[in-house]
């Protein structure tokens, strides 16, 4: 193993798996000092930083898949006072000079760092916001066994004997049907008939549906104290269920300061203005990348904000007279919407960081925009 002095500075990159870690360090002139892999367990975590920092003191690290494989050794090096930053896959042409392994991988993400181009923070994974995501992700599950569950019972009871199929016709929603079916006694020593067997399926499904709801309400509320607790001034806004602060939350993270401002925020939800002008044409279009989740949790605030916000409207107004087509109207709504989040989203943050300290109030109008940001700074 190599040594270096004190003074030196190492600059380490991570290819990470779920089974082991690949690991490479790089000194401050990008010179490769050595590669070796880890596992993926809190001893191959500290052995990890061990054989890194025998290089000398570790300057930064660049990880990849911060937030899967890697999440746990993030969480570590960050616990242990080490920078880290995320770094994406290798530019392909990298992949067809000197082809693809994890040594390389781990070499050009330490590459990266080192020329300064992987300069994103990854999320913080440790509070509140990661739980969050948790139960949301709990959450979401239960929502789409359910919806597939309620699709089958339909489907079941077209294809049911006919005097089962009479007996439930009573019922026109699948709620109500499913209601009848629970209420059903089939004979399971007699399920070779096809009567039977579908009493036994419908009901077996129809308790399922009910289990669902059940988890899917109590993961309602615990969301909507976790939510409440960490962002109770984004809750307030027009429009902004605790789904749509979830989703915004879970997308912007809990150190929401790893973003330059709010422009980083509107790309990251995909609510960027993308300049699509030629000539004498001067426009912008819609921006099809960032969080999708995140940018369609906008358009259904912008959508509510059209029906029930008569400043919206008004401003929908407008943009119409002045031109603009319903898609660029939604597209200009979003971005407002984002400035507007990203600031409630911020100050809810900052009072989880310092919760006793005063806070003091102003108000910022977004110029001709239709909405008024309140903004607290402590």
């Given at each position: 193993?190599?040594?270096?002095?004190?003074?030196?500075?190492?600059?380490?990159?991570?290819?990470?798996?779920?089974?082991?870690?690949h690991?490479?360090?790089?000194?401050?002139?990008?010179?490769l000092?050595?590669?070796?892999?880890?596992?993926?367990?809190?001893?191959?975590y500290?052995?990890?930083?061990?054989?890194?920092?025998?290089?000398?003191?570790?300057d930064?690290?660049?990880?990849?898949?911060?937030?899967?494989?890697?999440?746990?050794?993030?969480?570590?090096?960050?616990?242990?006072?080490?920078?880290?930053?995320e770094?994406?896959?290798?530019?392909a042409?990298t992949?067809?000079?000197?082809?693809?392994s994890?040594?390389?991988?781990?070499?050009?993400?330490?590459?990266?760092?080192?020329?300064?181009?992987?300069?994103?923070?990854?999320?913080?994974?440790?509070?509140?916001?990661?739980?969050?995501?948790?139960?949301?992700?709990?959450?979401?599950s239960?929502?789409?066994?359910?919806?597939?569950?309620?699709?089958?019972?339909?489907?079941?009871?077209?294809?049911?004997?006919?005097?089962?199929?009479?007996?439930?016709?009573?019922?026109?929603?699948?709620?109500?049907?499913?209601?009848?079916?629970?209420?059903?006694?089939?004979?399971?020593?007699?399920?070779?008939?096809?009567?039977?067997?579908?009493?036994?399926?419908?009901?077996?499904?129809?308790?399922?549906?009910?289990?669902?709801?059940?988890?899917?309400?109590?993961?309602?509320?615990?969301?909507?104290?976790?939510?409440?607790?960490?962002?109770?001034?984004?809750?307030?806004?027009?429009?902004?269920?605790?789904?749509?602060?979830?989703?915004?939350?879970?997308?912007?993270?809990?150190?929401i300061?790893?973003?330059?401002?709010?422009?980083?925020?509107a790309?990251?939800?995909?609510?960027?203005?993308?300049?699509?002008?030629?000539?004498?044409?001067?426009?912008?279009?819609?921006?099809?990348?960032g969080?999708?989740?995140?940018?369609?949790?906008?358009?259904?605030?912008?959508?509510?904000?059209?029906?029930?916000?008569?400043?919206?409207?008004?401003?929908?107004?407008?943009?119409?007279?002045?031109?603009?087509t319903?898609?660029?109207?939604?597209?200009?709504?979003?971005?407002?919407?984002?400035?507007?989040?990203?600031?409630?989203?911020?100050?809810?943050?900052?009072?989880?960081?310092?919760?006793?300290?005063?806070?003091?109030?102003?108000?910022?109008?977004?110029?001709?925009?239709?909405?008024?940001?309140?903004?607290?700074r402590?």
């Amino acid at each position: 193993m190599h040594s270096m002095k004190e003074d030196a500075l190492v600059v380490g990159g991570v290819d990470a798996h779920t089974d082991t870690h690949h690991a490479a360090a790089l000194d401050q002139r990008g010179a490769l000092l050595a590669t070796q892999s880890f596992p993926a367990t809190t001893p191959g975590y500290l052995e990890l930083l061990a054989w890194l920092r025998s290089f000398g003191e570790v300057d930064v690290v660049a990880v990849e898949s911060t937030g899967s494989y890697a999440a746990g050794l993030v969480r570590y090096l960050r616990g242990h006072g080490v920078r880290v930053l995320e770094a994406n896959q290798p530019h392909a042409h990298t992949r067809r000079r000197r082809g693809k392994s994890d040594p390389i991988d781990a070499e050009m993400a330490a590459r990266l760092a080192l020329a300064g181009k992987a300069t994103t923070v990854p999320k913080q994974t440790d509070g509140i916001v990661e739980s969050i995501r948790l139960l949301r992700v709990a959450r979401q599950s239960a929502v789409k066994s359910r919806s597939a569950a309620m699709v089958q019972l339909r489907d079941l009871t077209v294809t049911a004997p006919q005097e089962l199929r009479d007996q439930l016709a009573c019922r026109k929603t699948i709620r109500g049907k499913a209601a009848l079916c629970r209420r059903l006694r089939p004979s399971t020593g007699e399920l070779g008939q096809p009567a039977h067997a579908a009493k036994f399926a419908l009901r077996s499904i129809a308790v399922r549906i009910k289990a669902l709801d059940a988890e899917v309400a109590v993961l309602d509320r615990q969301l909507e104290e976790l939510v409440s607790g960490a962002a109770p001034r984004t809750s307030q806004l027009l429009g902004i269920s605790t789904g749509h602060v979830g989703r915004l939350l879970v997308t912007a993270g809990e150190n929401i300061d790893r973003l330059r401002g709010e422009a980083a925020f509107a790309a990251l939800c995909g609510a960027s203005p993308v300049p699509a002008s030629s000539g004498k044409t001067s426009r912008h279009r819609l921006n099809y990348g960032g969080d999708r989740q995140a940018n369609r949790t906008l358009h259904l605030i912008a959508v509510c904000r059209l029906r029930y916000c008569a400043r919206t409207r008004a401003y929908a107004r407008r943009r119409t007279a002045e031109g603009k087509t319903k898609p660029e109207i939604m597209r200009c709504l979003k971005r407002y919407i984002a400035r507007e989040v990203y600031y409630a989203l911020r100050a809810d943050l900052a009072r989880l960081d310092h919760p006793r300290r005063p806070t003091r109030v102003t108000t910022i109008i977004c110029g001709a925009g239709p909405i008024g940001i309140t903004r607290r700074r402590t």
